[in-house]
């Protein structure tokens, strides 16, 4: 594996090989949903490049840019042994300037639940991408469905930045106890982590409510609503796969959305039906 900080460097490197790249861009610390994403690369792809880089533009004011967890002896560790090809490690001065050019989220889908709670979150998280994107130059790129606004967004942007890359998207990776795995469960304590199984238990209930033919969106989101007590609930929303809001489930066009907070650490899950 070989490691690059410089863009111009890696982009020199890149254009001069043959076969497709498939390309896992990350914020590091990385765990299996990063190594699924990265399994999957490696099937459908010549070469495989990671980057990480913890984004300071999608982090807004007060939120947890410091303490977000950075690993790199371990995160090299892990991607050496995923059989990754090059990782891409830059600095924030490798990726922005002072005075930028940059992307602004779409009005609505921007600034929808995630982007409701975090305005402008979704403004740097396209911006680095379409950044990224246009250093590493994929054929694929490999985003989690955990992360379903921001998987949307990037999808959106793609096509209608009209971009030669195709977005495949992921399937969230669960622990033992069906918690979704996230970088910033390390912040959990074993009592917060204990009550975020609320979370993986509310869309439990919510397969098992549209399994007996309840899909009403207000009677489903009502139930996930009591399971998810006490914790601080940011969202629960039933949409279609283009984000708009539906009153009832509709087979193989709906995702259902959670955010919720577990002692201070916010937490996405979803599932898609
Ligand atoms: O999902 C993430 O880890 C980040 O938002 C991404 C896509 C790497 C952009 O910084």
Redesign the pocket.
Known sequence: MRVFQSPAELKNELRSLDGSIGFV???GALHNGHISLIKKAKEQNDIVVVSI?V?PT?FLKGEDLEKYPRRQDADKRVCELAGVDYLFYPDANDIYEKDEVSLCAPNVRGYILEGSSRPGHFSG?LT??MKLLNIVRPANAY??KK?AQ?LNLITLMAKQMFMDVNIVPVDTMRDAFGLALSSRNDYLSAQEREEALKIPASLKKATSMIMSGICESDRIIEQMRAILSPLEISYVAVVDREFKPLQRVEPGNTIILVEAVSGTTRLLDNIWL
């Open positions: 861009p990350t914020m880089f984004n999608q998280v680095v991408v985003f989690g992360d921001q």
